[in-house]
């Protein structure tokens, strides 16, 4: 049995290149390491693939989709649906 519970954190984002580095990072350096971080693409013009695809590429395990522009609460329902933890915790870009 856990003794702790599972976090998904879902990152609902959309042309987030200036702060999506600083969202990602602030989870990996929390001192809590049970979670998964859920990112939802919302149809990004900008440079926050490529940025979210570095941290995959160094090892960070990132649930990574994207989906053509539909909207916050899209992103948000995909994120809820794609998540594996016990609780969801909510993180904006």
Known sequence: MKNSPFFSVM???YNSE????ETINSII?????????VLINDGSKDRTEKIVKEFINKG????YFFQNNK???SARNKAV???KGDWI????H
């Open 29 to 37: 350096d929390q001192t809590f390491t049970d979670w998964e971080i």
């Open 60 to 63: 960070v395990i990132i649930n």
């Open 81 to 83: 649906e794609l998540s």
């Open 18 to 21: 200036k702060f999506i580095n």
């Open 71 to 73: 909207g916050f609460a």
């Open 89 to 92: 915790a909510i993180i904006d």
């Open 11 to 13: 990152i609902c984002c």
